[in-house]
């Protein structure tokens, strides 16, 4: 009986952790670094006040949580397992529509946390650590794909998603239409052709 007790009590403090952390994602997209409090937490979650430094004390721990519950939401994206190069494609342009879609107040939030880890060693090296483990993760589907992969040529493809995601936050029409970010389909597919030439399955275009 104790161990379901404290098991039940285990899972009321996750979740209420997991909305607290939630909420903070919430406000930081929305209000930015300096609108972050813990008042501010406690609002959002519709939680009596207080109970947000109960979980995170100081500033830092906050940030902390905030930046651990981004990684593990952006580790839940769906996203096709590529075995060929045109699945890569699909996995780029899915990972593309979630920032700009469903993912949008996550990525905010991580925008956020990454001006903040300027000034915050502990944070720089945790958003860091989540970062390498992206280029690593990219590396891999991008040799999974069957692509001639070089450490160069997968950094390139990954700072390339990277640079698109500030656009797909902020970017009016005429900019999303300059960096070809209007279709997230040909983007992924232009940016493999680039990085490592055009697909040889792809017929050439008829001579005019």
């Known amino acids: 009986m104790w161990y379901h007790g404290w098991g039940s009590l285990g899972n009321v403090n996750r ?17 930015g670094g300096r609108g972050l409090t813990h008042r501010a ?17 100081t500033r830092d721990t906050l940030l902390t949580a905030v930046a651990e519950r981004c990684a593990d939401l ?5 996203r096709p397992a590529p075995v060929d190069r045109a699945g890569l494609a699909d996995m780029l342009r ?4 979630n920032v700009a879609g469903p993912g949008r107040t996550r990525m905010l939030a991580y925008v956020e946390l990454r001006a903040e880890a300027a000034r915050r060693p502990r944070l720089a ?9 992206d280029f ?7 040799r999974a794909a069957g692509l001639p992969v070089t450490p160069e040529r997968s950094a390139a493809v990954v700072l390339a998603l990277h640079g698109a995601v ?15 970010l209007r279709d997230l389909d040909a ?22």
């Open 94 to 97: 899915t990972l593309l529509e």
């Open 74 to 78: 952006y580790g839940a994206v769906p």
């Open 136 to 142: 690593t993760a990219f590396e891999q589907a991008q």
């Open 125 to 133: 090296a945790l958003l860091d650590s989540v970062a390498i483990a």
């Open 187 to 208: 983007f992924a597919h232009g940016l493999l052709n680039t990085v490592y030439g055009p697909a040889l399955d792809v017929p050439a275009a008829a001579p005019r």
């Open 15 to 31: 979740d209420r952790r997991d909305r607290l952390r939630d909420a903070a994602i919430e406000v930081l997209a929305e209000a």
């Open 166 to 180: 500030g656009h797909l936050l902020a970017g009016g029409h005429d900019l999303l239409a300059a960096a070809g």
């Open 41 to 57: 937490v406690d609002a959002v979650a519709a939680v009596p006040p207080g109970t947000t430094k109960n979980y995170f004390p």
